[in-house]
């Protein structure tokens, strides 16, 4: 019993240890905030559209989809873009953008000039829709299912490794259920 | 002394001067058309505000914050005391499109029982230590049974020894 006192502070040294280590992975991000929204149906909107329709909530259901945060004065979303490209004329995903904060001349010269990815883009000229779904930066990307309900929240640009393994193989399992 | 060119008085005064006007250093960062016209319901906004985490600078309240979204949250948090939600409401719906991360002072809940029950605990189990570790101490320094005749001659002998 006594003997079992004098490793309590390796105990305690290995716990601290671990959660130190954790913090020193180099892909480990204390910004990165967990989403208060997961699994809760996204929140309502209906915005104007850049190009000819409309963004709104209730016409996104059916399929898994992506939502983009995005805005012409963001630099990481520029890092992220062909990737998104990629994502759009490749794997042929249902990408949707939300121009945040932004305007609408500056989004179509960047999608002009950088290729347009989306579907269909909606203008949040107030950030009051990015509000609702708790965007505190752009870019963030939203996984939503059939059901419109939000399954996964990337923050930041997205990545190669993120697509590959998570984004991917999360939609697929989505589309077959 | 002499070559002193400013007089003590005008000193004082000059210290005495700034310090009232310490307090009004600390200026809030919400803007002049944020403000709700309502005194009564600023000052709830203001309250409310000043609990809630800016989620750009993380560590500053979206009262103290210059950041965009902590613009928009003050704004929000005014539309939502104007159409009449309680403090809590108001509250309430902002930590559910942010999570409990944007309350500076965390919430009591299972996952945060570490947090708020963590040092009281560390400080009942030191407590425990110190207490097994006086009562150690105390049964070595204490003379439970006399020595028998064996260890009586072995000490007497030591003894003798040292008398030498």
Redesign the interface.
Known sequence: MRRALYLLPLLLFLVLGGFFARSLRPDYDPHVLPSAMIDREAPQFDLAGLKDEGLARDALKGGPVLINFFASWCVPCRVEHPLLMALANREHVPLYGIDYKDQPEDAAKLLAQFGDPYRRVGLDRDGRVGLDFGVYGVPETYVLDSDGHIRKRFVGPLTAEQVDKELLPLLKALRKS | MTGRAVPSWLAKSVLVAFLLLAPTVHLLAVEPNERLADPALEARAVAIGTTLRC??C?NESIEDSNA??AH??RV?LRQLLLTGDSDTQARQAI???????VLLKPPLLPATYILWFGPGALLVLGFIAVLFWLRSRRVSTSIDAPLDAQEQNRLDALLHEADR
């Not at chain 2, 930590?95 to 991360?101: D, H």
């Open positions: 989620l750009v993380q965009g979204l928009d949250i929000l930590v559910a499109r942010y999570g409990e991360f």
